[in-house]
Nanobody, 118 residues
Framework: VQLQASGGGLAQAGGYLRLSCVASGSTFSSYYMGWYRQAPGKQRELVADISSGGSTNYADSVKGRFTISRDNAKNTVYLQMNSLKPEDTAVYYC?????????????WGQGTLVTVSS
């Protein structure tokens, strides 16, 4: 599985960006998908995730501002980020965890940089 993230860039505080992550593979609809971020000097943290059935989960810091969604026909997961804050500045990674047999395998996208200016 390959994940290709895009959509990062520079935004002003209060602005918005939409990240996209395209996944290879014919069984995308069965994948759990997540967005993580890592700010300079900090650990990578979960931002939001979405199950194969469409259930979503958000970090408290982004609830009400970010929305994760998926388009199974396009093998794509999105992260709509509104009301951006300078503390949202980070490299954002898409992630999936695929069970194969008794094991689970992590796959990460290459990351896309989001910079929010005050």
């Amino acid at each position: 599985v390959q994940l290709q993230a895009s959509g990062g860039g520079l935004a002003q505080a209060g602005g918005y960006l939409r990240l996209s992550c395209v996944a290879s593979g014919s069984t995308f609809s069965s994948y759990y998908m997540g967005w993580y971020r890592q700010a300079p000097g900090k650990q990578r943290e979960l931002v939001a995730d979405i199950s194969s059935g469409g259930s979503t989960n958000y970090a408290d810091s982004v609830k009400g501002r970010f929305t994760i969604s998926r388009d199974n026909a396009k093998n794509t997961v999105y992260l709509q980020m509104n009301s951006l804050k300078p503390e949202d500045t980070a490299v954002y990674y898409c992630h999936t965890l695929i069970p194969i047999g008794v094991y689970e395998y992590d796959y990460w996208g290459q990351g896309t940089l989001v910079t929010v200016s005050s």
